[in-house]
């Protein structure tokens, strides 16, 4: 029995022997999965991907080709196809075919594709074209390898175009020599077993397949990419097609759990939900998590054991503190657990908490309890803005501790309520920002394309990860391993820009059952393309006429895209003009001269609305807006004597909440609006007497406010909030020799947000980088083309970022921050320009150039952005709707206020 059993399995071992070597002497017919290399990151196939799609499809829908990694794998194949070959002939070889991809690391900053198109024997004369180039312009050199005949395709000036092999039923063929090499080696691997091919459906409604390494996808939600593929599963196989409004392609798969029960249990018996609290969604939200909640008891009790068995032990300590106290945080949640991450113009973390809720109070009041079980006692009373209770709890990551390390990055928690709902922020201006946007009603609900794609194009789901592309700062690109960045960042020759810029949405859905992760990816964009008809054109959209003439820049409350916009004009008869959405122009009252400032939008009223502070010569004037009766109540306060009257300031992080504004004085003093006394107080004292080049710079700390403020002399000083400087300030900074020009400056110092460095320059050019003590680090002097020309450093209008400025009566240079030259405008009106740096959101950044009667706007490499001038006898007010991609100008020209709108996508 023993030894028949032994004889047995001996047999079949040899049998098996036997197999495995016919196997590898006869190979049977090949599939694309005998072929691939190992270590792919990511296979993708479709039949139409060559296909030729119209300017007005590519403009109007999302197409296959406009997505980065099917667009970079399009040109790979395009380069070699029609190497030898014309279009028609190209076309009509591809067309139907089944053609797979497969992307691959050839090293750290470097990755490439290998594409297999299925040939026939119907192909020959195709084949027999690309193996037989016309001699002129190509040639084909071969050469073996791992026993595999490889045809490399050169050009006549000998660049590579692509090396490929011939099997009886693919062309598999690659830029890189590298890759086709190991495709050959691949196919003469001993004893060879075929890997698993994804089941790609390619039809009328599939238009293509995708199968992917989780960790690739984990990639495009930044630094919390690890956290996400926990929500991911093991393998991802996507089949895409249209959405309904046909501005998105949906990428569904059904894998298995694998290895994430832990994040599925989590899930169990919650039924996926979508959205359903967009009206609470800022507009300028870059990246968006969701859980949907349908048990808010039950969600809590699976969220208690994933947190009490956390991998962080700082989670599970701080879990072990809190827990007695989670059970009714719990069971008060709603529908939705929201984090928003907004758009930084300094790169800074901007992050909004939503916890929807069943019972608004009790959340609020078991949220405060949780803090109070670690001890910290609220030291401040609550904070008015915009009717809200604003409350701080200083307690560092709070909701992380409650709902796992996805919301880490609340260092503390501003809180308060809006009708049911928690809102929890990380800063005192994150919540104040996210206030101003319910306000004027900026949210997702607010936008029809936004709302379309939370209620048709995303699906239910347990859990939503969503990133807007291409936002101002947080460019999801800067955050992907180099070679990635590398390979998506290569332009379109047709197009000239990258594919990434075609793409604004990317998310990623997941739902769990007991055996299964349905998972969706949603790719595509919710703004229009602009055709060339009207791209870059300056159009007039209404024009408001006066019967006396303008004396300052009319002043913009509220959005200039929407029918809400209202804004304020003055004439030469001193009156204060109020213009209504509807064109009514209703007089409100006098004013003792021209508005010489900016406007500043701030709470000071504490009525439930942002009042707008702007100063004349002699006076700051409060116009509180009433829009429901379509007037403005306009309250005025004195300016001290000496005060400068053209900038206003916010004093962002001020401890003081009766300090709403900060002004300079002629002295080189900071003077502080106090709301309460309605009067001016000086703040800060310049031990140095002599006027502050504008701007000075307002800094958040974490203990209050700091103020940064250069004099003309080389006098820079440090102030905090209590008045005193900082150690080593004033700071002096002075000439290293007597050969050396005078010091003197004509422009402010900054600090940029998140360095360590002060940054400024002489108006002789001379850049410097100053030490947080006032020291000298670095000098360097920049080339000087004309003697009468000055430099000075020009931030833009928020102060978030810096450019470099020189300017002579009737030239300018924009300068980068290194001092390299972007470009310069000539040819101005001596003594009437006027030129500003201006941030706008979502990626746009502009210089506008006021000479004369005329506005030119040019984008930071010195394209110029309308094509015709605009009429303005004061700076424009500028802003840019990401909805529609259009750009915004308001502007004031004799005796009228033009609105223009240019297209610039």
């Given at each position: 029995m023993n030894k028949r059993f032994w004889i047995g399995v001996g047999s079949i071992f040899l049998l098996a022997i036997g197999w495995l070597g016919y196997r590898q002497l006869f190979p049977a017919s090949r599939t694309v999965g005998s072929l691939v290399p190992s270590g792919a990151l990511l296979v993708l196939a479709s039949d139409r991907l060559q296909d030729?799609?119209?300017?007005r499809v590519l403009r109007t829908q999302i197409s296959l080709r406009q997505l980065p990694i099917f667009d970079e794998a399009r040109q790979k194949l395009d380069r070699f196809l029609y190497?030898?070959?014309?279009?028609?002939?190209?076309?009509?070889?591809?067309?139907?075919?089944?053609?797979?991809?497969?992307?691959?690391?050839?090293?750290?900053?470097?990755?490439?594709?290998?594409?297999?198109?299925?040939?026939?024997?119907?192909?020959?004369?195709?084949?027999?074209?690309?193996?037989?180039?016309?001699?002129?312009?190509?040639?084909?050199?071969?050469?073996?390898?791992?026993?595999?005949?490889?045809?490399?395709?050169?050009?006549?000036?000998?660049?590579?175009?692509?090396?490929?092999?011939?099997t009886d039923d693919f062309l598999v063929g690659s830029v890189s020599g590298i890759l086709i090499e190991n495709v050959a080696k691949r196919m003469h691997q001993s004893l060879k077993l075929t890997l698993t091919e994804p089941d790609f459906r390619v039809d009328a409604d599939h238009l293509a397949g995708l199968s992917v390494r989780p960790e690739v996808l984990q990639s495009l939600f930044s630094n919390v990419g690890s956290l996400v593929r926990l929500f991911l599963p093991e393998e991802l196989n996507l089949q895409f097609r249209q959405s309904a409004s046909r501005s998105h392609l949906i990428g569904y798969a059904v894998d298995q759990i694998g290895n994430r029960r832990d994040v599925a249990a989590l899930f169990a018996n919650q039924t996926p939900q979508r959205i359903q609290h967009a009206y609470l969604i800022p507009q300028t939200t870059a990246t968006l998590y969701h859980i949907g909640i349908s048990d808010a008891p039950r969600f809590g009790e699976s969220l208690s054991k994933l947190l009490g068995s956390a991998s962080s032990g700082f989670l599970r300590e701080r879990f072990s503190q809190i827990e007695p106290e989670t059970k009714a945080l719990y069971q008060s949640l709603g529908s939705d657990i929201i984090l928003c991450r907004l758009e930084s113009p300094t790169g800074s973390l901007r992050q909004i908490l939503i916890l929807t809720a069943q019972n608004g109070k009790q959340l609020a009041n078991a949220y405060q309890q949780v803090a109070y079980r670690l001890g910290k006692k609220i030291a401040t009373s609550p904070k008015s803005y915009l009717a809200h209770k604003m409350l701080l709890l200083n307690v560092p990551e709070l909701p992380a501790s409650l709902f796992s390390s996805l919301f880490t990055g609340f260092s503390q928690s501003w809180i308060t309520q809006h009708g049911s709902s928690l809102i929890v922020a990380n800063s005192e201006d994150a919540m104040q920002d996210y206030l101003q946007q319910l306000q004027r009603g900026a949210v997702w609900s607010a936008d029809e394309r936004q709302a379309e794609l939370l209620k048709a194009t995303l699906r239910p789901a347990n859990f939503t990860a969503f990133a807007?592309?291409?936002?101002?700062?947080?460019?999801?690109?800067?955050?992907?391993?180099?070679?990635?960045?590398?390979?998506?960042?290569?332009?379109?020759?047709?197009?000239?820009?990258?594919?990434?810029?075609?793409?604004?949405?990317?998310?990623?859905?997941?739902?769990?059952?007991?055996?299964?992760?349905?998972?969706?990816?949603?790719?595509?964009?919710?703004?229009?393309?602009?055709?060339?008809?009207?791209?870059?054109?300056?159009?007039?959209?209404?024009?408001?006429?006066?019967?006396?003439?303008?004396?300052?820049?009319?002043?913009?409350?509220?959005?200039?895209?929407?029918?809400?916009?209202?804004?304020?004009?003055?004439?030469?008869?001193?009156?204060?003009?109020?213009?209504?959405?509807?064109?009514?122009?209703?007089?409100?009252?006098?004013?003792?001269?021209?508005?010489?400032?900016?406007?500043?939008?701030?709470?000071?009223?504490?009525?439930?609305?942002?009042?707008?502070?702007?100063?004349?010569?002699?006076?700051?004037?409060?116009?509180?807006?009433?829009?429901?009766?379509?007037?403005?109540?306009?309250?005025?306060?004195?300016?001290?004597?000496?005060?400068?009257?053209?900038?206003?300031?916010?004093p962002r992080g001020s401890q003081q909440r009766n300090m709403v504004a900060l002004v300079a004085h002629e002295d080189g003093h900071i003077y502080a609006l106090d709301r309460q006394r309605r009067t001016f107080v000086r703040l800060m004292t310049a031990p140095h007497k002599g006027a502050l080049q504008l701007p000075f710079?307002?800094?958040?700390?974490?203990?209050?406010?700091?103020?940064?403020?250069?004099?003309?002399?080389?006098?820079?000083?440090?102030?905090?909030?209590?008045?005193?400087?900082?150690?080593?300030?004033?700071?002096?900074?002075?000439?290293?020799?007597?050969?050396?020009?005078?010091?003197?400056?004509?422009?402010?110092?900054?600090?940029?947000?998140?360095?360590?460095?002060?940054?400024?320059?002489?108006?002789?050019?001379?850049?410097?980088?100053?030490?947080?003590?006032?020291?000298?680090?670095?000098?360097?002097?920049?080339?000087?083309?004309?003697?009468?020309?000055?430099?000075?450093?020009?931030?833009?209008?928020?102060?978030?970022?810096?450019?470099?400025?020189?300017?002579?009566?009737?030239?300018?240079?924009?300068?980068?921050?290194?001092g390299r030259r972007q470009f310069d405008v000539r040819a101005l009106q001596s003594g009437r320009n006027n030129v500003r740096y201006h941030r706008l959101g979502a990626g746009i950044e502009l210089i506008s150039v006021k000479s004369g009667g005329f506005t030119m706007l040019y984008n930071l490499n010195g394209r110029i952005v309308n094509d015709r001038p605009i009429p303005s006898d004061f700076p424009v007010a500028l802003q840019f709707d990401e909805r529609t991609n259009e750009l915004y100008i308001l502007s004031g020209a004799q005796q009228a206020v033009q609105l223009f709108s240019i297209r610039l996508r």
């Open positions: 030729t799609v119209s300017a190497s030898t070959a014309d279009s028609a002939t190209v076309l009509k070889f591809v067309a139907g075919r089944n053609i797979r991809y497969s992307l691959h690391s050839i090293s750290k900053t470097t990755l490439d594709f290998i594409f297999y198109v299925p040939i026939t024997a119907s192909d020959q004369a195709f084949l027999s074209r690309l193996t037989n180039p016309d001699p002129r312009q190509y040639r084909v050199l071969n050469h073996t390898f791992a026993g595999e005949k490889i045809l490399d395709l050169v050009a006549r000036g000998n660049e590579p175009v692509g090396s490929f092999i011939l807007r592309l291409n936002r101002g700062q947080t460019n999801v690109l800067t955050s992907w391993p180099l070679a990635w960045q590398n390979l998506l960042d290569q332009p379109d020759p047709a197009t000239g820009s990258p594919a990434l810029a075609n793409l604004e949405n990317m998310a990623y859905q997941a739902s769990y059952g007991n055996e299964n992760i349905q998972s969706t990816v949603v790719l595509g964009r919710t703004t229009r393309r602009a055709s060339s008809a009207v791209l870059n054109k300056l159009l007039l959209q209404k024009k408001t006429e006066f019967n006396a003439p303008l004396i300052s820049a009319p002043i913009v409350t509220g959005t200039l895209s929407t029918s809400s916009a209202q804004f304020y004009a003055q004439n030469n008869a001193g009156q204060f003009v109020l213009v209504t959405p509807e064109g009514d122009k209703l007089v409100q009252n006098n004013t003792d001269g021209p508005i010489r400032s900016n406007a500043l939008g701030v709470d000071f009223l504490n009525n439930g609305r942002l009042q707008y502070l702007f100063m004349t010569d002699r006076t700051l004037y409060i116009a509180d807006p009433v829009r429901t009766l379509k007037q403005v109540a306009l309250q005025s306060i004195p300016l001290p004597k000496g005060i400068d009257a053209s900038f206003l300031a916010r710079q307002v800094i958040v700390t974490p203990t209050g406010m700091d103020v940064l403020g250069m004099q003309s002399d080389g006098t820079l000083n440090h102030w905090r909030e209590n008045g005193t400087q900082s150690p080593h300030f004033p700071s002096r900074i002075e000439r290293t020799n007597e050969e050396e020009p005078e010091i003197r400056f004509a422009g402010p110092a900054l600090l940029p947000p998140g360095q360590t460095q002060i940054r400024t320059i002489t108006d002789e050019g001379q850049l410097l980088a100053l030490t947080l003590n006032g020291l000298v680090a670095k000098r360097t002097q920049l080339y000087r083309p004309v003697r009468n020309g000055s430099f000075r450093l020009f931030p833009d209008e928020d102060q978030t970022n810096w450019l470099l400025l020189r300017t002579t009566d009737t030239e300018i240079a924009v300068l980068d921050q290194q």
